[in-house]
């Protein structure tokens, strides 16, 4: 099949959503490893980014990955390794070639190819740095050696410097005489004599300066450092919260030794925020590429706890069971009001938990915010519970059932929105993870309060 059969067949296809990868481009890249011709492939890939080269590496299956890149040989760009999923990053890296894994690694900058290490094992790392230059391998080395998720190893060590008191000509003819620079850079950092940084001009500023111009008059207001042991989640919070380009890292003397761009700040943002949502939803850290084995392994222990909150609620129903044998219409409605304190109780803990990451949720607005949820969870309890008293006149012709899943609905829907913002904030304190464990706890809670403020109505109203 050809690449003009390929676009006639697809020509009627819904058509692609912005900047995903084309399924004509992978129909066609897959013909051309069919049969083997490596001419093709290379004119197909050219065009290509890297990302999305690693979206077709991810979306394929292994044995059709394994041949795409044997069959592409020396083209493979490094980007392309710090662009794929770190679940098939290890499977690519054994199948390249020795020399073209050297080739890929070497165009990198030193904070991807730290970045490149951290998840593999130790056979790919050494495979990795033995490409490396010696002073690339102990500019790499010396950064692994900083704590994991901290500024030192989201740091890129390539860094344009100039003494403070030059002036806007002899940064510029530094920086056009200088031999190499790093390929992207905002800033062009002050330094004093010790090596401390004193401030940074943004290349904008400086090309549109006078050359006479010294250098301390054009520098920006934005100038912060970073420790070098400086959690990355607080270097991403940082970047979002003063609208950083770039920010120097400085070790324990106050001395430069690296900067952060804000590319690799975002990056961050973006895993801090994916991260707290596979983990409200308990699946872990995991992606689509895991084996089933992996994602079993990370999905089970939220399920047992899931099980054990289960049993917790089944325990409540238990004590009243003769209330439920008297009045069977309870059974029926049962679902509905542990399901309404459910729901209602992610929200809250969703809201509160991203408030929490985000800093916006502080020891000084807590109690305004808790007082908002369990207000939202009044209101829409009364109506609620409103609609539910209609649907037990109705459906069951009991106005005192109506009544109790009313005052029942209204209990739980506060109760929820309590739970949702005073767990996470008190797991936060104690320092355990609340977009981890909230979920459990929030669940407990809305289940058995639900089941038993229904079911203890029932009793007390209905028999």
């Known amino acids: 099949m050809s690449d003009d059969q390929i676009l006639a067949n697809d020509q009627d296809a819904p058509e692609e959503e912005a900047y995903e990868l084309n399924r004509r481009d992978v129909a066609a890249v897959l013909y051309a490893v069919d049969i083997g011709d490596r001419d093709r492939l290379v004119d197909l890939m050219e065009p290509l980014h890297a990302a999305d080269i690693a979206d077709l590496l991810e979306q394929i299956n292994a044995f059709d990955r394994r041949r795409l890149i044997e069959l592409y040989g020396v083209e493979f760009d490094g980007e392309i390794l710090s662009e794929l999923d770190e679940a098939i990053r290890e499977d690519v890296i054994v199948v390249l070639r020795p020399e073209v894994l050297a080739e890929a690694v070497r165009e990198l900058e030193s904070d991807d190819v730290v970045d490149l290490l951290e998840d593999l094992e130790e056979p790919q790392q050494e495979a990795i740095l033995d490409a490396l230059d010696d002073a690339d391998r102990v500019v790499v080395e010396q950064a692994l050696s900083f704590p994991e998720e901290s500024a030192g190893r989201l740091m890129q060590r390539e860094v344009v410097t100039a003494p403070e008191h030059w002036n806007v000509g002899q940064t510029i003819d530094f920086l056009r005489s200088a031999e190499e620079l790093p390929e992207q850079f905002y800033h062009v950092i002050l330094v004093d004599p010790k090596h401390r940084p004193t401030g940074y001009v943004t290349l904008g500023k400086l090309m549109a300066s006078p050359r006479a111009r010294p250098l301390q008059e054009i520098v920006e207001d934005s100038f912060r450092t970073i420790p070098v042991d400086q959690d990355e989640g607080d270097v991403a919070y940082a970047f979002n919260q003063y609208h950083l380009i770039s920010a120097p890292v400085v070790d324990a003397d106050d001395r430069l030794v690296g900067v952060i761009t804000i590319d690799d700040a975002m990056a961050v943002l973006d895993e801090e925020h994916e991260e707290d949502i596979l983990r409200l939803a308990g699946v872990g850290e995991g992606s689509l590429t895991d084996r089933v084995i992996d994602t079993t392994r990370q999905r ?47 929200q809250s803990l969703t809201v509160a938990v991203r408030a929490i990451a985000t800093k916006d949720l502080t020891g000084s607005n807590v109690w305004r915010v808790i007082r908002r949820e369990v207000l939202v969870g009044l209101v829409n309890g009364v109506i609620f519970a409103v609609v539910m008293g209609l649907v037990g006149i109705i459906w069951f012709g009991s106005p005192m059932l109506g009544v109790v899943i009313g005052i029942a609905m209204v209990v739980n829907l506060v109760v929820a929105g309590l739970a949702g913002t005073v767990i996470p904030v008190a797991l936060e304190k104690i320092g355990v993870d609340p977009a981890l464990a909230s979920g459990a706890f929030v669940t407990t809670v809305t289940d058995v309060v639900g089941f038993f403020a229904f079911l203890g109505l029932a009793a007390v109203m209905l028999l």
């Open 300 to 346: 089970f222990p939220w399920l047992a706890v899931n099980l054990v909150t289960a049993v917790l609620a089944s325990l409540v129903i238990a004590l009243f069971e003769d209330v439920i044998a008297g009045f069977v219409a309870l059974a029926v409605l049962m679902p509905i009001v542990a399901s309404m304190g459910g729901n209602a109780g992610t």
